[in-house]
Each structure stands twice: as C-alpha cells, then as structure tokens.
C-alpha cells in the first residue's frame, strides 16, 4: 500500500479541523466499530451522519439510506463498508463532493483511493481515527 494514503499531516488535518463526517456503514449495534468510532468522533465535538441502507437514527442524529440523500457537504466520508464496496462508496464520495474519504483498518482499495486523490480529495487508507488520536496524545 502506497504511503500517501497515510500521510501524517493529512490524517492531522483531518482529526483537527473536519467536522462533518459522514458514516457509511454506521447503524445502530453499538457492538460494530462504526458506532464505536462514530461515537469517538462525535464526543470530540464532530457532527455525524449515519448513511446505512435502513437509514435509522444514530447517536441522535438522523440516519440517511444512502450517501446521495445526505444534504450537507462531507468534510470526511469514513467508508465503513467491506473492501469490495469501498470503490463505490469512494466514487459516491467524490460525486457528493466531499472533501476527504477515511477508509478504517482493513478497508484497502488502492484504485479507488487513486481515484479520490485524482479528483483532489484527501485521502487516509488502512487508519484507524480512534488510533491515531492516541498517537497525537489524545484520548
């Protein structure tokens, strides 16, 4: 896997300054790690926005069936989906305009990451948020 789907200052900026971060994947059982990383994110001070096909509420915030339907811009689109349909959420992602796709350990699709850094989005591939604040000294 190339470097530059981790890089240091990216996943930095990410964690610092994106507040919208859109969820595909997240749903309610709070046994995944969707939820759990969602909810990590959100006691940081993000807004979260749960894309999942039942298109519940999550974590008090309304839940959408797909990323299309979501109305505000993704700072992050984090693609909690198996690797096979990483490449779709990815290309979803880049049409909705978001700014960045964080794709969670385990979730490796270079093509598509290729694809999102073509079309100027930020991209992080094989990270896990929850993990990488801990390396910065957070908790």
């Not at 200052?9 to 046994?31: M, Q, S, Y």
């Not at 999942?52 to 505000?72: C, F, I, K, N, W």
Request: net charge negative.
């Amino acid at each position: 896997m190339e470097d530059r789907f981790a890089d240091e200052r990216v996943i930095k900026r990410l964690l610092d300054h994106a507040h919208t971060w859109v969820f595909v994947g997240l749903g309610d059982n709070p046994e995944r790690t969707a939820y759990d990383q969602a909810r990590r994110i959100q006691s940081r001070g993000k807004r979260v926005i749960p894309v999942h096909p039942d298109g519940r509420a999550v974590l008090g915030e309304p839940g959408h069936r797909s990323l299309s339907e979501v109305p505000d811009r993704a700072d992050v689109v984090a693609v909690y989906r198996r690797s096979e349909h990483a490449g779709q959420v990815v290309d979803e992602a880049i049409a909705a305009g978001a700014g960045a796709v964080w794709l969670p350990l385990g979730v490796i699709d270079e093509a598509a990451a290729r694809r999102a850094l073509d079309a100027g989005l930020d991209v992080v591939m094989n990270r896990c948020p929850a993990v990488e604040w801990a390396l910065r000294g957070g908790v």
